[in-house]
């Protein structure tokens, strides 16, 4: 071991050879992350008559652990628009500083406009789409939910190829396979929105939100809660805790630990 100060902790030249320092060259190929790391996991949303409802636990999983249990995933913007962001948390709270610089330059903006959801849908797929097309993609899908420009209820959804597409209901993640089937058998399709109410519309996501917790193991009791409508603006609950949990499906389960079939 070389003790010298200026190599400490480096093998010894006269025993070893000269340090080999190639793997510091700094001319290679640029690298950007090719999976994340700290990831949420589903994002849950449905159009009623007057408004969007999305649902977002507050758990954020460091590979399999589930490491942060207090990580806010629904961002609000304006008064009409409320974000869910799933995937990678590095890459959401790179969005949210993005969007909170817009949010400012809106407020102070002498235009008189501000952006409503279908505004900030498109923004954002622009967004998604830039940095794709770099090759450095932002590992999110995110689903936008509000009203439009003229005040009917939106919902859409923008992944990290910058792909959009819009439904009455919408799901990311383990969502988009537990939790859509569910809200479709309350939201068919476009015309059956008008006939949902807030109060079917809350209950459903939080029916959803349930399932998930039983059946995706990257999910959390706790979770986050937004209703937008055109009266009430947003109302958001960060802290929202499960209710009526029964487990005793779980006994039914044969073909696990000590169970015979």
Same mark, same amino acid.
Request: charged share 20%.
């Given at each position: 071991?070389?003790?010298?100060?200026? /190599?400490?902790?480096?093998? =010894?030249?006269?025993?070893?050879?000269?340090?080999?320092?190639? #793997? +510091?060259?700094? %001319?290679?190929?640029?690298?950007?992350?090719?999976?994340?790391?700290?990831?949420?996991?589903?994002?849950?949303?449905? !159009?009623?008559?007057?408004?969007?409802?999305?649902?977002?636990?507050?758990? $954020?999983?460091?590979?399999?652990?589930?490491?942060? *249990?207090?990580?806010?995933?629904?961002?609000?913007?304006?008064?009409?628009?409320?974000?869910?962001?799933?995937?990678?948390?590095?890459?959401?709270?790179?969005?949210?500083?993005?969007?909170?610089? +817009?949010?400012?330059?809106?407020? #102070?903006?002498? *235009?008189?406009?501000?952006?409503? /959801?279908?505004?900030?849908? %498109? #923004? +954002?797929?622009?967004?998604?789409?830039?940095? =794709?097309?770099?090759?450095?993609?932002?590992?999110?899908?995110?689903?936008?939910?509000?009203?439009?420009?003229?005040?009917?209820?939106?919902?859409?959804?923008?992944?990290?190829?910058? %792909?959009?597409?819009?439904?009455?209901?919408?799901?990311?993640?383990?969502?988009?396979?537990?939790?859509?089937?569910?809200?479709? !058998?309350?939201?068919?399709?476009?015309?059956?929105?008008?006939?949902? %109410?807030?109060?079917?519309?809350?209950?459903?996501?939080?029916?959803?939100?349930?399932?998930?917790?039983? =059946?995706?193991?990257?999910?959390?009791?706790? #979770?986050?809660?937004?209703?937008?409508? !055109?009266?009430?603006?947003?109302?958001?609950? &960060?802290?929202?805790?499960? &209710?009526?949990?029964?487990?005793?499906? $779980? &006994?039914?389960?044969?073909?696990?630990?000590?169970?015979?079939?």
């Amino acid at each position: 071991m070389n003790h010298l100060p200026q /190599a400490w902790g480096r093998p =010894r030249d006269d025993v070893y050879g000269a340090y080999d320092a190639s #793997y +510091l060259n700094s %001319t290679g190929p640029k690298t950007h992350t090719q999976s994340p790391i700290v990831t949420g996991t589903s994002v849950v949303a449905v !159009k009623f008559k007057d408004g969007v409802v999305i649902a977002a636990d507050n758990l $954020a999983s460091y590979g399999s652990l589930a490491r942060f *249990t207090d990580v806010k995933r629904l961002r609000p913007f304006n008064s009409t628009s409320i974000i869910g962001i799933g995937g990678d948390v590095s890459d959401m709270q790179y969005l949210d500083r993005l969007l909170k610089s +817009l949010d400012v330059a809106e407020n #102070y903006g002498s *235009t008189g406009h501000s952006l409503n /959801a279908k505004n900030l849908h %498109t #923004y +954002l797929s622009k967004v998604m789409y830039k940095r =794709r097309s770099d090759v450095n993609p932002l590992w999110n899908q995110i689903l936008v939910a509000g009203l439009d420009g003229d005040g009917k209820p939106f919902l859409s959804s923008v992944d990290l190829l910058g %792909t959009t597409f819009s439904s009455p209901t919408l799901a990311t993640g383990f969502g988009a396979h537990l939790a859509q089937p569910l809200l479709r !058998k309350v939201v068919e399709d476009e015309a059956a929105v008008e006939t949902i %109410t807030q109060e079917r519309a809350i209950a459903a996501v939080k029916e959803c939100m349930k399932v998930l917790f039983y =059946r995706d193991a990257r999910s959390l009791d706790k #979770y986050s809660i937004a209703v937008v409508t !055109k009266e009430g603006g947003i109302d958001l609950k &960060e802290d929202e805790q499960l &209710e009526g949990q029964s487990w005793a499906f $779980a &006994e039914t389960i044969k073909g696990y630990g000590t169970q015979v079939v």
